[in-house]
């Protein structure tokens, strides 16, 4: 299921196409502003969708890009996938040079035909149609030309023609044609007209179109492009999916059609029913009984990707994955409802889109932008959530992946968004205790007691769960921030509570980590956990700010300094309070020790625009904290 959405997103800029008049492609005739911070130039898009029922519809699509960079050399580049829901029937692609010169057609023999697997997916049947017409001579314009066809419309292209960072549209349209009882719906961004709507024959035709639309740079903490750029999302009312038919007027028409697809597939092999029993009739506590349940499913069983059936959609029951000991997303997450089920627990198999930041959910447009499922236990008091595809995730928890966002639950009457736990400071924090030693050629010993906990601590989950001690070690010869240094030795603790923490100890050495000068040494207290965001404040920053997830960071440092010095400088203690975030640092010595104190406590949300200025300024002022040193001399007596 998740391969296919990968797949789908990736087609969304490959989008429908209507064939057009030649166009000059000479790029002495783009306009300067459309080169001004751009790597590539949309001189002409031309997308038509023509849906001729609830079930099928062909999809044009023809558009040329001017390459004026190395940088923008992956936009030279064809894509199209084909499965059983799309046919590709047409391709056709042409290389002109700087003048505007056809120098280049597609010959059959470039466009290659390759299997499209994933690398986990033990089973999938995903073709690509793939070519590149790119040359090292820039800039250069490649023109393709496609037609598909398309059986089984749960899903309709999106129109997105400023398809990345510093790329520029001269023109560009989308055109859909659909019979007039076709119940199209659609919702924009950043796009501030009306379709132009005509009838054509017995059909509606909705247009959309833009013209002239410069580049844009990327900026750090930015909303996603779709949200920014003009974008035209397009949803089918009533629609058609292999031999199922479903309507998307409503999530709770969308959730019963999920229902009524994977109905039935529930039921438990006889030698699975007696276990469920067996783990759970005499356990009264029903909280004990899913984790029981939950221990169970990641003790016997792994995930693998099977891409075969309707579309990724429908899973296997689960039947199948007791006799095979493995499933992906769907049939893992059916086959512990199942459990739950026979053990008399109600639970949900919930669609969801996944992945790290990618949070974004549009709740009031009804559409099929799912690319995971997990499972929903409702509680009297609480509801608990169960990753069905990690086998080393506690039993409650999501991390990352799936945390703070917007889910259908399927049910077949009562299907309905709901909301994934969000993690707040108090669960997102990292605690780290230092005990070191720096002698007086500036060489650094330390002992190194961390507590990551929530969402911080994902990463070190993957890491100890993921890799070999081995590999931990090459993880962690590179990856501090520290100039030269070795690991003398490390380990790591887990606990399984509800929000889970890692517990990291690491005992290292660094050579010359103090700057000697003469008989001064330099000293930076803050070791390991030094803020590394710089932002660009020489320009006027143009869209919203989105700060991720909230999280807090405390680390208490002791350093031995060498006998014979005693401090010459100290830096001043920072406090800093604004609706970014909040920092404290102190740093003191008393007799031979330098005892340092950090707190930054990092703020979430989306800001206006013009706080930019203020939001780099809070950053620049912990970056410069975090790297103030204390002045030791050698006293006479030293």
């Avoid at 894509?79 to 046919?87: G, V």
């Avoid at 024959?201 to 930015?222: F, G, L, M, Q, V």
């Avoid at 501090?480 to 929000?499: G, H, T």
Wanted: glycine letters at 6%; a negative charge; charged letters at 25%.
């Amino acid at each position: 299921m998740r391969k296919y959405f990968c797949l789908f997103i990736l087609h969304f800029t490959l989008l429908t196409g209507a064939y057009a008049q030649d166009v000059d492609y000479n790029v002495n005739l783009i306009s300067p502003a459309l080169l001004k911070n751009a790597n590539a130039v949309a001189r002409l898009e031309e997308t038509k969708l023509v849906i001729k029922d609830i079930g099928s519809a062909t999809l044009y699509h023809k558009y040329a890009i001017t390459i004026l960079n190395e940088a923008a050399a992956n936009y030279a580049r064809f894509y199209e996938y084909y499965d059983k829901f799309r046919k590709i029937d047409y391709v056709d692609g042409k290389l002109f040079d700087s003048s505007g010169k056809k120098i280049k057609t597609l010959k059959k023999s470039e466009l290659n035909d390759i299997a499209l697997t994933d690398g986990f997916s033990l089973m999938d049947d995903f073709r690509g149609k793939v070519c590149d017409l790119g040359v090292n001579t820039y800039p250069y314009t490649i023109e393709y030309t496609s037609s598909i066809d398309l059986n089984g419309l749960m899903f309709l292209p999106l129109w997105n023609p400023v398809q990345g960072y510093n790329f520029s549209v001269e023109n560009s349209k989308l055109t859909v044609e659909c019979p007039a009882n076709y119940k199209l719906r659609y919702k924009v961004f950043d796009y501030y007209k009306d379709p132009v709507i005509s009838s054509v024959n017995d059909n509606t035709s909705y247009e959309w179109s833009i013209a002239n639309t410069p580049a844009i740079k990327e900026e750090k903490y930015s909303p996603q492009l779709h949200e920014i750029t003009p974008t035209v999302l397009l949803a089918p009312t009533d629609f058609k999916w292999g031999d199922y038919t479903g309507d998307m007027n409503s999530w709770k028409d969308m959730g019963k059609f999920f229902f009524t697809l994977n109905q039935g597939r529930d039921v438990l092999p006889d030698n699975i029913k007696k276990i469920v029993h067996q783990l759970t009739d005499n356990v009264p506590d029903t909280i004990n009984k899913i984790k029981l349940l939950y221990q169970y499913l990641q003790k016997n069983t792994r995930y693998v990707s099977v891409q075969l059936g309707i579309g990724g959609w429908q899973t296997f029951d689960a039947e199948y994955v007791a006799s095979k000991d493995y499933g992906d997303c769907k049939a893992l997450s059916n086959y512990m409802h199942s459990m739950l089920k026979e053990a008399g627990i109600k639970s949900n198999c919930t669609l969801i889109n996944a992945g790290y930041y990618n949070t974004y959910f549009d709740s009031d447009f009804p559409s099929a932008h799912f690319n995971h499922v997990i499972v929903c236990v409702p509680m009297a008091k609480d509801t608990m959530w169960l990753e069905c595809t990690s086998q080393t995730l506690p039993a409650g928890y999501l991390g990352g992946f799936t945390a703070d966002r917007y889910a259908l639950l399927v049910d077949e009457d009562n299907s309905k968004l709901i909301h994934t736990p969000t993690y707040k400071m108090a669960d997102n924090f990292q605690n780290r205790d230092i005990k070191a030693t720096i002698d007086e050629d500036g060489n650094l010993t330390a002992t190194i007691n961390t507590q990551v906990k929530g969402m911080q601590e994902d990463h070190l989950h993957w890491l100890i769960n993921g890799l070999s001690k081995d590999k931990i070690s090459e993880y962690l010869k590179n990856n501090i921030d520290l100039p030269s240094y070795d690991i003398i030795k490390f380990n790591y603790q887990e606990d399984s509570l509800l929000v889970p923490s890692v517990y990291e100890h690491l005992e290292l050495t660094a050579n010359n980590y103090a700057q000697v000068t003469g008989k001064r040494l330099f000293i930076a207290p803050d070791i390991l956990t030094k803020n590394s965001i710089k932002l660009n404040t020489g320009e006027d920053h143009q869209t919203t700010i989105e700060l991720p997830y909230e999280h807090a960071e405390i680390d208490t440092v002791d350093i031995k300094m060498p006998p014979g010095y005693s401090p010459e400088s100290i830096p001043a203690d920072v406090t800093i309070n604004s609706q970014f975030g909040n920092y404290l640092m102190s740093v003191k010595v008393v007799g031979n020790e330098i005892f340092y104190y950090r707190k930054c406590e990092q703020a979430s949300g989306k800001f206006p625009a013009v706080y930019y200025p203020d939001l780099a300024s809070y950053y620049d002022k912990v970056y410069k904290s975090d790297r103030s040193k204390i002045v030791l001399v050698k006293t006479n007596g030293g």
